[in-house]
């Protein structure tokens, strides 16, 4: 449909006014709220993911799509929720405790939210215990950790270690990151998954709700 | 001393120092530490350190003010202190070394994202680094280094306040590159010819790259900072990205490695060498070492 391929057009380039007036405008016409988010929000998401991945466009093009995709997803939020149609997935993240570096945990969920998941942001310096509550009460599908000290890197074992203890272990996946941590640390500590950057966790976490989580 | 500019112009090869914060932790930084709260509170380590680097043979050794700027120290809740915190950091070096090497002050990102792709306003990033300038100037560093920065907007902010507001103090600027298959690019999308020559026009008398991922992708990046700016290079590499072995993270790149590499760097023409994260006293006096030969070949 052409509204929704304009919208899609226009997040691509980060025009979020446009984006706007072009959402409201579909939701005037009575296209289905999770259509235009489908097969215009998502679908331009998807393109700049895509780009950003093969270096076609970088960070600030990103973070300009994305807020795009947040401000047309507060309108048609509201709209979701009435029609009972669930968002895409809640995740929770936060960098660990003792951890007070957030800029990588700050993007991942600025990239998360673009791609239209429920985002729980519990920012920095967060116990092992915050996670795993936080995930309980919000029935939060995934959990994603930020490390960027090799100090602070064992808070992630004791969360998966938590995970498994509270009976979350292959009910919520978990996803760890940051700077000193590795494909290898993540396997070792029995993590779901590693990301090397935002993108990746997007795709990654992705991956996750398309097996179903 | 010598002025560190005229050296350079005569085509001396100058040894920076290595990594601060893996020696910080070596001696009781705690993660979620502050490292610049050391400033406040333990100057006489801080003084060991350059010490080091100086008995390694460094010719420029860095202040512990990398996340010295008031936006960042907020974090901390530090943000009041900043002003002290870099004048501290500057004396420190300055009373280890006593005039036998360049004391260089450090100033990293703010950690925060530009408007209008993130949220904080340019004014307020430039507020910033215009404290920690200003502090610089006061406790009279040799040369100021705004480095690992990756953003060139930011890194801009930055330099405009070191010129404002410390006039006359030579402004080395290093940018962090990962390698594509499409070439170099920082995360924000900059590569080495805009930053070479942006930079150059904006008044940096040093420009270069630090951190990265390993010395040999260095050698390629201070190539193509040779070809796009008659400036003098830095290069101030990390030692590999840090792997994970028996539980404990080491950084793979040996010293001897290292100096190997540093010839080639050496042979690229870049005028300044040195560390970054994973890199000791044995790697810079290793680098120094081969350096020193490859000077008199």
Known sequence: ?213 | MKNMLERLRDGEILIGDGAMGTMLMERGLKGGECPESLNLANTELLEEIAGLYLDAGADIIQTNTFGGSPLKLASYSLEDKASLINRNGVSAVKKAVEGRAYVSASCGPCGKILKPYGDTDPVDIYKSFEVQMQAFAESECDVICIETMMDLKELLLALSAAKQMAPGIPVMTTMTFDATPKGFYTIMGDTIEKAARVLEEAGADVVGSNCGNGIENMVKIACEFKKCTTLPVIIQSNAGLPLFEDGNLVYPETPEFMAEKARELVNAGVSIIGGCCGTTPEHIRAIGKACRESRTR
Do not use: C
């Open chain 1, 1 to 213: 449909m052409e509204l929704l391929k304009q919208i899609s057009e226009n997040l691509q380039n980060g025009f979020d006014e446009v984006v706007v007036k072009l959402t409201e405008e579909a939701v005037e016409k009575r296209i289905t709220p999770e259509e235009i988010m489908n097969n215009g929000l998502i679908a331009g998401m998807n393109v700049v993911g895509e780009k950003f991945k093969n270096h076609e466009i970088f960070l600030p093009d990103v973070l300009l799509s994305a807020r795009a995709m947040n401000r047309a997803m507060e309108v048609l939020k509201p709209l979701l929720i009435k029609e009972g149609i669930p968002v895409r997935g809640k995740v929770v993240i936060g960098s660990v405790k003792d951890d007070l570096h957030d800029i990588g945990k700050n993007l991942v969920g600025i990239l998360l939210k673009g791609a239209g998941f429920e985002v729980i942001d519990l920012g920095n310096d967060v116990p092992a215990e915050k996670f795993i509550s936080t995930a309980i009460e919000e029935n939060a599908q995934v959990i994603g950790m930020s490390a960027l000290l090799t100090t602070t890197m064992p808070v992630m074992k004791k969360v998966v270690d938590m995970a498994k203890a509270e009976g979350l272990y292959g009910k919520v996946r978990i996803i760890v990151g940051g700077a000193p941590v590795s494909k290898e640390y993540a396997l070792e500590i029995g993590a779901d998954a590693y990301s090397y950057d935002g993108a990746n966790a997007v795709e990654t976490i992705e991956g996750f709700f398309a097996e179903g989580i």
